[in-house]
């Protein structure tokens, strides 16, 4: 986990995630949305940003949008309502939603039939009588997307058939009363725009821990915890605040240093010790990035609104 002054080691890995399925998948979503009225996006409520697949922008063009901000449990609560209005402000209808529970589900189908009744009236004036409303879910891979596909169907009825023309990889869910949802796989894109969207990726389990050193992503995200998040790793590890504000002020040593002296009073505290005595820098990132998923440090947004809302 050792750092250098400029800590360039992450961006020099070399991510090979996009394998030759993310392309196919990609290509059966084009042609899915020939079909399709209004598009479900799910992105991850901590990183609203980050998990928005900047291809699938392009692709979706003017079709009708909801975002869902899913995981909305694991997130600041603070920083989820000013995400909805960001998004609201943006002219883009955002609902939080934990899809483990339940929470939220009801409001994503109230959108769903508002926006149908809206298509259903323009088809019945072109004449088209009885065309169902199709929606298709978007949300790239860990967002939770077959959970939010399981809580929806048990708030509905169950899968409908395989529909003449329609291969069997589609599955085609009857939401209400003309209304079908469509599922895809989970998507991610060939290239990230920086470095932070890879870690927050990374964070939060999207890119799997084996493509990266899970002992730099745990670095990292201490770094971002330290400085958002202080009072949240000070109490999970019964740090001396006093301590970490010395370590944290210390300017005999890089900020780097700093951050490791305060791994390994984690390491210490939570019996991560190898022989010689030495901190187990492995397991101490382990204990992190668990700790960080099962919000056993605390309600945590990666990302913040610009803007205040």
């Not at 298509?119 to 004449?127: A, D, P, S």
């Not at 891979?141 to 291969?167: D, E, L, M, W, Y």
């Not at 084996?210 to 590890?237: G, H």
């Not at 820098?281 to 205040?308: M, Q, W």
Request: positive net charge; hydrophobic residues 35%.
């Amino acid at each position: 986990m050792q750092k250098n002054s400029d800590e360039k080691s992450f961006s020099n890995v070399r991510l090979n995630w996009y394998p030759g399925h993310m392309a196919k998948t990609k290509k059966q979503i084009i042609e899915d949305l020939k079909l399709i009225d209004i598009v479900i996006e799910l992105l991850d409520a901590r990183i609203p940003i980050s998990s928005r697949n900047p291809d699938i922008q392009n692709i979706i063009g003017n079709k009708k949008r909801i975002i869902v901000l899913n995981k909305c449990d694991l997130a600041d609560e603070k920083e989820n309502r000013k995400w909805v209005n960001y998004f609201n402000n943006n002219n883009e209808i955002a609902i939080l939603t934990d899809a483990n529970s339940g929470y939220g589900i009801n409001e994503v189908i109230k959108h769903i039939e508002k926006i149908a009744k809206e298509e259903l009236e323009i088809y019945m004036n072109k004449g088209r009588v009885g065309k169902p409303i199709r929606v298709l879910i978007l949300g790239i891979p860990n967002v939770g997307k077959s959970s939010f596909i399981n809580r929806i169907s048990k708030k509905t009825s169950a899968q409908v058939g395989n529909k003449p023309g329609i291969t069997k990889q589609k599955q085609w869910i009857k939401v209400a009363n003309n209304i079908e949802l469509l599922d895809t796989p989970g998507v991610l894109w060939p290239k990230f725009e920086s470095q932070q969207v890879a870690l927050n990726l990374s964070y939060t389990g999207t890119i799997k821990d084996d493509i990266l050193e899970k002992s730099e992503i745990a670095f990292y995200l201490l770094k971002f915890l330290l400085k958002n998040y202080k009072q949240n790793v000070i109490t999970r590890y019964k740090l001396d605040a006093n301590q970490v504000e010395e370590i944290m002020k210390n300017e005999n040593q890089q900020e780097s240093e700093n951050i490791l002296e305060i791994i390994n009073q984690i390491g210490k505290k939570r019996g991560a010790i190898v022989s010689g005595g030495n901190v187990d820098e492995n397991k101490v990132a382990n204990i992190l990035l668990e700790d960080f998923r099962t919000t056993k440090l605390g309600k945590i947004s990666l990302e913040k609104t610009k803007k205040e809302y």
